[in-house]
């Protein structure tokens, strides 16, 4: 049963006799300097084939011509903005986007000449904003330098003194930077200091590890139920009276369980009649996602990130082993914890005493939870080529279940984050 982003790319490969294999899709986000989530790239291709197999024009018609309408990118990026790769053949026959919504980014492979700035100066008339990816200044592309409105650097592979010297060129003329692969918070905090606008990477997911640091009180009481709410023998008593120690965290619970989503009659007052109405595997999620919310030194994309892979990973037990969506869920959501309290992974995993098999799944990706995390981490990252393609074809797992698992993680992480403030 297809459902979402899956329905519509099914439907638009059957409206124009399309092959029958659907393009893979990600979205990758873009930071501004208080880490909010400014936007998306859309990042695609073919699940057998790279994009030089099959053709850069072919895939970007595939995605954007065939499979997007105005409710199918606010479907995976929500009212974000987002950049998408235009090819030559695009930019020379400009599709009739919504130029609020879009921005159109030109890759550093596009040759530039006369009929490229013609368009790109009537994309600009049009409203469009316009992204240079990887730019380099040469006598040809100069041209770009007053259509363009953010230029995208790639810090990874270049040094600081020439992030500076694009800072020191580009931003007195206006142009906003994009700094693209930031593995760290040094690099972050760097390009921020110098004017960078925007901001795209890992660096979020990585810890900030120092030696000797202890862990807070407050995110003591969160690893205290985090292990509680893991135990096999949890009690509804002991989850209430731990919740209770974090008056935040009690009051966000009430809230949820009093929501619509509950549709209950009488509300509910206390946390103990909380514990028992939602049962135990749904308070083992929402206590999980409420607690994560409540660790305030950390950027809020950290932990939708985390819902994100819990809910895809969930999603594909459906397929590789539907008796255990819980454990899926929970290896997606803890996946990354190490990220939010800056602490090793295998440390804070043995410290929450999980069964073996989710432990080793979490920690070295090991058994069905470790193709699952592999496959949502492929996702995060719009890494399609780190996709266990093989292995997953044998659950019956092809790129309609694989689109459609994304998509049901994205929306259930946006509504299970709305519900959580």
């Known amino acids: 049963m297809l459902t979402g982003l899956a329905k519509l790319l099914h439907t638009a490969r059957k409206a124009v006799s399309m092959p029958e294999e659907t393009p893979l899709l990600a979205r990758q986000p873009i930071f501004d300097p208080k880490l909010s989530i400014w936007g998306y790239e859309l990042l695609f291709r ?7 197999d099959i053709g850069g024009d072919k895939a970007t018609s595939e995605v954007l011509l065939n499979t997007f309408g105005e409710a199918g990118l ?18 020379l026959d400009l599709p009739p986007f919504d130029q609020n919504r879009y921005i159109i980014e030109v890759l550093e ?13 009537k994309a600009k008339k049009m409203g469009f904003k316009i992204a240079l990816d990887d730019f380099i200044l040469t006598h040809n592309t100069a041209a770009l330098l007053h259509l363009t409105n953010i230029i995208k650097i790639d810090v990874l592979s270049s040094s ?13 003329q206006k142009i906003e930077l994009l700094a693209e692969k930031v593995e760290t918070y040094e690099m972050f905090k760097f390009c921020k200091q110098l004017g960078f606008k925007y901001f795209q990477g890992y660096f979020l997911s990585k810890p900030q590890i120092i030696k000797g640091r202890k862990i807070p009180d407050n995110k003591m009481v969160i690893l205290k139920l985090l292990r509680e709410l893991q135990s096999q023998d949890a009690n509804p008593q002991r989850l209430a009276d731990i919740i209770a120690q974090d008056p935040q965290l009690s009051y966000k619970l009430l809230k949820i369980v009093n929501s619509a989503a509950f549709a209950r009659v009488s509300k509910v007052s206390s946390l103990l009649q909380a514990v028992t109405v939602l049962g135990l595997n749904n308070i083992r999620s929402w206590a999980s996602l409420i607690a994560m919310g409540n660790l305030e030194d950390k950027p809020e994309a950290i932990r939708l990130n985390a819902m994100v892979r819990a809910a895809m990973c969930e999603k ?3 397929w590789i082993q539907p008796d255990e969506k819980h454990s899926f869920f929970t290896a997606g959501l803890f996946a990354n914890l190490d990220a939010l309290f800056d602490q090793p992974l295998a440390d804070l995993i043995k410290s929450l005493e999980l069964p073996n098999t989710l432990s ?18 492929a996702f995060e990252r719009g890494d399609f080529d780190e996709l266990p393609l093989q292995l997953l074809h044998k659950y019956g797992l092809g790129t309609d279940e694989l689109n459609e698992a994304y998509q049901y993680g994205i929306h259930w992480a946006e509504n299970a984050l709305a519900q959580a403030q």
């Not at 492979?109 to 100066?121: C, F, N, P, R």
């Not at 080793?360 to 981490?377: F, N, Y």
């Open 160 to 172: 600081k003194e020439e992030i500076e010297q694009y800072a020191q060129s580009f931003i007195p």
């Open 109 to 121: 492979d596009v040759e530039v000449d006369e009929h490229i700035i013609t368009a790109l100066m």
């Open 360 to 377: 080793t799944g979490i920690v070295s990706h090991q058994g069905p939870l470790g193709l699952a995390l592999d496959t949502a981490m």
């Open 46 to 52: 073919s699940a057998e084939n790279s994009l030089s």
């Open 74 to 91: 606010k479907g995976v990026v929500g009212d974000h903005v987002a950049l998408i790769n235009f090819t030559r053949k695009l930019l």
């Open 316 to 318: 594909l037990a459906d």
